[in-house]
């Protein structure tokens, strides 16, 4: 089973201040329309490319998708391929987010 933080476990940690790299690994037009503010875009397509230099090996990076199952594709090849162990994937996406934990981010 693939690790991941629930939308409300992920915005009270958010709140709180704590030091999260959040990655979203979306198409440039799902992440121009919402996404969570602090967030990278790196489409998963890029991710292989663009991993090494750009995700963090220390401390909790998050995921995220539309519906949480390209994140969880994302999360499973940096555990595998590249060996991170610092990765969490967004339970539901921001989809799941904005309902359970912010509605402002707009829903598609």
Not at 1 to 21: N, Y
Not at 24 to 47: A, K, N
């Amino acid at each position: 089973m693939l690790p991941e933080i629930t939308p409300t476990a992920l915005h009270a940690r958010l709140a709180a201040g704590d030091d999260i790299q959040l990655i979203d690994v979306r198409e440039d037009i799902e992440f121009d329309y919402c996404h969570l503010p602090g967030s990278q875009l790196v489409p998963l397509g890029e991710l292989p490319r663009r991993a090494a230099q750009e995700i963090r090996r220390q401390g909790p990076v998050v995921l995220i998708c539309h519906h949480g199952v390209r994140s969880a594709q994302a999360l499973g090849y940096l555990q595998q391929r590249l060996g991170y162990e610092n990765v969490l994937n967004l339970k539901g996406g921001i989809d799941a987010y904005s309902h359970e934990a912010d509605p402002a981010i707009p829903v598609y």
